[in-house]
């Protein structure tokens, strides 16, 4: 890159000045990294990769709440001051782009600075929202204690919706990127990896001085604060999940030829189908004597899927009119395991779709929850 200062008159000022310093840098590669996890396993992966796309979002809320941090208190190119955003300026930037040239913006420009005020929003939007859907639809984490599924499930949405934006604005970020560097001259993609861009002809802006000691305070204690909210939050009894053990009747009498049934699968009309038929239970004489079935029916009746509010529970409360006796009959039941092949659960190592537990490890104590979730090898297709 040639560079005019051979003739200024501070021939030992350095050519490439850093702009971005190390916690921007890690920041931002960081993030990459952490939203790259968050998007393969949300968009690609199935279920039983819940964790690692858990683990990924938390990283990504780590991350912005740094950046922000250090919005603050950074160096001079990393704090908002140095970047603000507003119409008129846009608009300028616009006319200068058009005009052919324009100021060059050693830190970020109109669009830049853009970009990064509407990723850190979207980003923490889709932290907060994640959160939310976890603690509602799959009653884990800190909000499960508070969250109904209902909740759970609109904040699914928006998690969605927000993920495909995310990824737009994303694109449109490298289109930028490209942009700018072919404008400017300058690879911003490496200045991002050394920090460093030639040093401008004209004055500087003054330094400010970044307070890494105070933001590592900060940090510090807001880590303290949010660790200990989500251990001890996420301790309490999620929402619509009760503390019931099965009756050991029912799981004698119940559990013998199948899976006992955990009572929060299947509605109080599926139930009393099932208890008024013992004795052409699917081919088989499951009948009881009189008072075990009152009592194992009231049982169920009491803790049927209308008294939880798991995701099974909202799926498969309501009976399918056409084979009442069935959860896998249900039209929610089918629709969650559309991507199952018919081989899969006719494989010996399954056995049908009703043994819930051959791919449900959780399945005896009615969770179901996603990282649970494991066909068997020998089944895979
Ligand atoms: C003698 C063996 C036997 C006993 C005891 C038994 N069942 Fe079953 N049950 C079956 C068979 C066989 C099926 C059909 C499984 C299949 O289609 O793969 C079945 C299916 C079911 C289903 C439907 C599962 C689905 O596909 O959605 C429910 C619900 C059920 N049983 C509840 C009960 C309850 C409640 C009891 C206790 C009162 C009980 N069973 C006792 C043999 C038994
Ligand atoms: C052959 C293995 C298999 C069997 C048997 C099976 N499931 Fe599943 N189930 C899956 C898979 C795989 C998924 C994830 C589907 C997806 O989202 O791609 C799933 C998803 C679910 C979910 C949603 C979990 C979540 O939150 O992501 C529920 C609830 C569920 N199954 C209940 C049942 C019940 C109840 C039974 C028994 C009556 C059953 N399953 C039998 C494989 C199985």
Redesign the pocket.
Known sequence: MSMDRSTSHEPLAPARIIVWDRLVRIFHWGLVLAVTFAAATGFLF??NWLDIHVISGAFVGCLIVFRVVWGWIGSTYARFRSFPVSLALLRQHVADIAAGGGTRHLGHNQFGGLMVYGLLAILALLTITGIVTLGG??KQGPLAFATSFATGQSARQIHEILAIVTLLMLAAHLAGVAFESWRSGENLVRAMITGRKAAPSGPVEPLATARPFLAAAILTMLAALVLTATIHLSDLPARGVPPVALDPTYAKECGSCHLAYPPS?AGAATWSAVMADLANHFGENASLDISTTTQLENWLQANSAEHWDT??AN??RIANPADPQR??ATAS?VR??Q??PDA??KSAK?GG????S???RD?AIGR?D?QQ?S?PRE?RP
Do not use: E, G, N, Q
């Open positions: 199935p279920p639809v799959v699968l995701r099974a799926a498969f959860i896998t039941w969650l395991h991507d199952v899969v659960f399954v779709k009703s043994s819930c051959a791919c449900h399945a179901f996603p979730i066909i089944a």
